[in-house]
């Protein structure tokens, strides 16, 4: 079996070195040759020029191709390797088209298994392990009133007046600001139409006490069902977002005004021109640590009374190995490659597992990814 590692980002490095130490067969393909070359060029020499077609020819049956390449590429993949009896691996969301390749990998007995970097990953692990404590333990009641937050953000290790550096095209981030969320907020929906409207502060669960802001982002409400709640219990909270440090919203609140009044073709070539001016003055200088933060908790009540909170707390920065946010992405996607070749996962289309020996081994190598990493009781 081979594995066919697509794409050498910012954020691809750790897991495809990892993959390649541990004695894998690993084919490098990236767009740019060169680039490659200065991520893994001192481990293999078996890299190649990406293209759908070329990877499609290579593909054999029982390969493994992951997909590092921007989101919208990775169903085409997946479909190539439907085509050629391989299986499929991406840390990114499950989109509706790979979803609906679902019934397609079961017959096929092959394995499309998505949502394993670290928003969304490492967080999903932790949720499906603090379900499953909730449900093991004496506190465990279908009349308990249940909370549950997840919050991740990758920030500054050295904070900046922008309150925020950028490690690669902000484009993104400045997109995603103008994006809906959906999350369940004390036994109602929440919809709010910019993240900016629903700021709040997270009190996190540090060595050191930490405040950040915090704000939902995306449909929380799938994940419900995904964390695997059951239908008969009483949520007043669910949801999952984005975190930043203290000051973001007054750093930023010029930004959030000025991205109000962009519309239409002026108003995109407005937000590329405002991406570039960040990345101009708010980039990582050559070996500037960063930061990745992740908070995931899960709250009982019963009658106002607390009767169950446990919080996955997780605080890496950038240090030797390079940056946090690369080692957090990249490296949970490797141990998805390997569990594919160990047959850990059924065949389908899935998101990070939720098996308790997965989920036990998982964590327990994260734990080595990060400065600090726990499991706190309130």
């Not at 092959?110 to 404590?133: F, K, Q, T, Y």
């Not at 990745?292 to 169950?308: P, W, Y």
């Not at 597992?353 to 327990?364: A, I, N, V, Y």
Request: some cysteine; charged content about 25%; proline content about 6%.
């Amino acid at each position: 079996m081979t594995i066919h590692w697509c794409g050498t980002g910012l954020s691809s490095a750790p897991g495809l070195r990892r993959l390649i130490e541990n004695g894998h067969q690993v084919v490098v393909w990236n767009r740019t040759v060169e680039k490659a070359r200065e991520a893994v060029g001192d481990l293999t020499q078996d890299i190649r020029a990406y293209t759908l077609p070329a990877l499609t020819e290579a593909l054999q049956p029982g390969d493994i191709a992951i997909s590092m390449l921007p989101a919208d590429q990775h169903v085409s993949i997946a479909e190539a390797c439907l085509k050629k009896g391989a299986h499929f691996v991406s840390s990114s969301y499950i989109a509706p088209e790979m979803r609906a390749l679902d019934q397609a990998f079961r017959e096929a007995g092959l394995v499309s298994v998505n949502e394993v970097g670290l928003d969304p990953g490492i967080d999903h692990l932790m949720a499906h392990d603090l379900v499953a404590r909730y449900r093991a333990s004496k506190a465990y009641d279908v009349e308990n009133v249940l909370s549950f937050t997840s919050y991740c953000g990758g920030v500054p290790k050295i904070p900046n007046a922008f309150r925020y550096k950028f490690s690669w095209a902000p484009l993104g981030v400045l997109k995603a600001l103008r994006s809906p969320s959906r999350s369940l907020k004390n036994f109602s929906e929440l919809r709010v139409a910019r993240p900016w409207d629903a700021i709040t502060r997270y009190d996190a669960a540090l060595p050191q006490p930490e405040s950040f802001e915090v704000y939902p982002n995306r449909d929380s409400y799938p994940f419900i069902e995904d964390y695997r709640f059951d239908k008969a219990w009483k949520l007043r909270d669910f949801v999952r977002g984005t975190i930043r440090l203290n000051g973001w919203t007054e750093a930023w609140t010029p930004v959030f005004r000025e991205i109000e009044t962009l519309e239409g073709p002026a108003g995109e070539a407005r937000l590329a021109e405002m991406a570039a001016e960040f990345l101009r003055d708010n980039a990582y200088a050559p070996g500037e640590p960063d930061r990745v933060v992740l908070f995931v908790s899960l709250k009982a009540e019963r009658e106002g009374r607390v009767v169950f909170h446990e919080t996955w707390a997780l605080d890496a920065w950038g240090d030797a190995r390079g940056s946090a946010m690369a080692r957090l992405v990249s490296t949970p996607v490797s141990f998805a490659v390997e569990s594919v070749l160990k047959r850990e996962i059924a065949a389908g289309v899935h998101a990070a597992p939720h098996d308790p020996k997965l989920l036990d081994s998982w964590l327990g190598q994260v734990r080595g990814l990060a400065q600090y990493m726990e499991r706190v009781e309130a």
